[in-house]
């Protein structure tokens, strides 16, 4: 399985994106999905994470009311919304699969297949 990160870009504060995070094969309904973000010298960082079947979703407070996880399972894609973006959404942002739900959804290590990255950038 490989993941196909999009749609990032340069939007000014208070503006909107929707990254996409295409699957090439079917995901499993247990499987966990997620984004991290990444900025320059810092470590990766939680997003957000979903079960594939849709029972749990996580969100880190920073982006709790402003990020909305979605999925597509047609099409085997996850979106992620993101509203009222800051300056310090910055980052590149990444998309992660691991093949069942964890507890530890939030730690990049638990996962291990991710897509290559996508760039946001908000400007104030």
């Known amino acids: 399985v490989q993941l196909q990160a999009s749609g990032g870009g340069l939007v000014q504060a208070g503006g909107s994106l929707r990254l996409s995070c295409a699957a090439s094969?079917?995901?499993?309904?247990?499987?966990?999905m997620a984004w991290f973000r990444q900025a320059p010298g810092k470590e990766r960082e939680f997003v957000v994470a979903v079960r594939w079947n849709g029972a749990s979703t996580r969100y880190a407070d920073s982006v709790k009311g402003r990020f909305t996880i979605s999925r597509d399972n047609a099409k085997n894609t996850a979106y992620l919304q993101m509203n009222t973006l800051k300056p310090e959404d910055t980052a590149v942002y990444f998309c992660a699969t691991r093949p069942s739900w964890t507890t530890n959804y939030y730690q990049p290590y638990e996962y291990n297949l991710w897509g290559q990255g996508t760039q946001v950038t908000v400007s104030s």
């Open positions: 094969e079917r995901i499993f309904s247990n499987a966990a």
